[in-house]
């Protein structure tokens, strides 16, 4: 399947929506300083696309049933890269807060299409291998641009969003490759209804919840973490994104090796407690390190918690829907996570405000601890089922 041109093209596409707030947190810090931003304020720079791509990717997604995935999914491209590479040249917060926000939208436009198209150039098991190859492109991904970001930031961090200038090209070379995939699909009302039933189910409300929960805490440290870095060692671009790098590939290692060996071994509850008590456990720790090698190793060990509790609940998700709306409850569950990624800043701001920064990762922690340690006590793995 890797041979297939047309599937690289789409995963390249799509590591585009990881791209779009893992370049900046790196930056964040110089941008605060030299424009004169206030903290709080800012964060939501890293944060606020989340909520517009959550809101818009359904959506774009009914849209692309409607017209065809490729009659979005290049509008989508451009528009990303003009609302990207636009924040290079902004210099007051509101109006950049609002092409973050519409950056999003682009974002949710490539998310839905992409996932849209490689759903129907596979069926069965090919489908399924597609969908695996995305998320590792997105994990890779999640390594690469954060360094991209905070090496092209330790130059000058405007030049950081030159990277989103990416959605041009990939944006022609869709239009010759995947010139054939335009036909828009049949929306199936009856399953409609049956989704409607499936989300009526407080045990799926429970695991979008957990979701949006997990991307809170994540998201602490992509925020958080380099403002305090920036504070306490003076910390450039560079090492910050050496140090969200770390957190990622923590998760990519953890997720590929050893994520089905745990919940295979402990179930998917107990699994997913573990996740969170080692993102507990390794916030609670973060502000009161100051060697660099244990920071790392503190950072690659939140990013295994985090690779634990995403595909463990994932896949208690995948349990949960009926054949056929697997996609759509799956795709509910990003969006969930995305919303989570935009709470984060809102709901940690009041904290920072009042008591600073290593109080944000206490609270964090104990958001954690307080998801894990009832699943460790109460947690059981019977089967979710939906009729």
């Known amino acids: 399947m890797l041979r297939d041109p047309k599937l690289i093209v789409l995963l390249l596409a799509g590591s585009l929506t990881t791209m779009t707030g893992g370049v900046i947190a ?18 939501h720079l890293v944060s606020i696309h989340c909520l517009t791509i959550a809101l818009s990717s359904p959506l774009l997604g009914i849209l692309a049933d409607k017209v065809g995935s490729l009659w979005v999914l290049v509008p989508s491209l451009l528009l990303y ?20 926000a519409l ?3 682009a974002s949710g436009g490539i998310a839905a299409a992409s996932l849209g198209l490689l759903g129907n150039m596979y069926d069965g098991q090919q489908r399924s291998q597609a969908l695996a190859y995305a998320t590792t492109t997105l994990t890779i991904a999640g390594i690469l641009f954060p360094l991209l970001g905070g090496w092209l930031g330790n130059i000058n961090w ?15 070379v869709v239009v010759v490759m995947l010139r054939q995939q335009t036909q828009p699909t049949k929306v199936n009302q009856i399953a409609s209804n049956k989704l409607g039933r499936v989300l009526g189910d407080r045990r799926v409300v429970g695991l979008l919840l957990t979701l949006g929960v997990a991307s809170i805490v994540m998201y602490t ?12 060692m003076n910390a450039g671009a560079a090492l910050n ?16 090796f050893a994520a089905q060996r745990l919940l295979q071994s402990l179930g998917t509850a107990r699994a997913t407690a ?6 507990a456990v390794t916030l609670a720790t973060l502000p009161l390190l100051e060697q660099l ?14 690779g634990i509790v995403l595909p463990s609940l994932y896949s208690a998700l995948a349990d949960v829907a009926p054949v056929n709306l697997r996609s759509s409850i799956l795709a509910l569950g990003t969006g969930a996570g995305f919303l989570g990624q935009f709470f984060s800043p809102i709901l940690l701001s009041p904290v920072l405000d009042s008591s600073g920064l290593p109080s944000v990762f206490y609270t964090a922690a104990s958001l954690s601890a307080a998801i894990a340690i009832p699943l460790i006590l109460f947690g059981n793995d019977g089967r979710i089922t939906t009729r």
Do not use: C
């Open 26 to 43: 790196p930056i964040l810090p110089d941008m605060i300083q030299q424009l004169h931003f206030d903290p709080s304020v800012a964060a």
């Open 81 to 100: 890269a003009l609302f990207g590479t636009v924040g290079a040249i902004i210099q007051s917060i509101l109006p950049l807060l609002v092409s973050r």
């Open 103 to 105: 950056l999003g939208v």
């Open 158 to 172: 405007r030049f950081t969003f030159g990277l989103y200038s990416l959605g041009i090209p990939l944006a022609v």
């Open 221 to 232: 440290v992509v925020i958080y973490a380099p403002l305090y870095f920036k504070a306490t």
């Open 241 to 256: 994104g050496i140090i969200l790098a770390a957190r990622a590939i923590g998760a990519a290692i953890i997720s590929a």
């Open 274 to 279: 573990v996740g969170f008590a080692l993102m």
């Open 293 to 306: 090698y244990l920071i790392l190793f503190m950072a690659g060990l939140f990013g295994a918690g985090f």
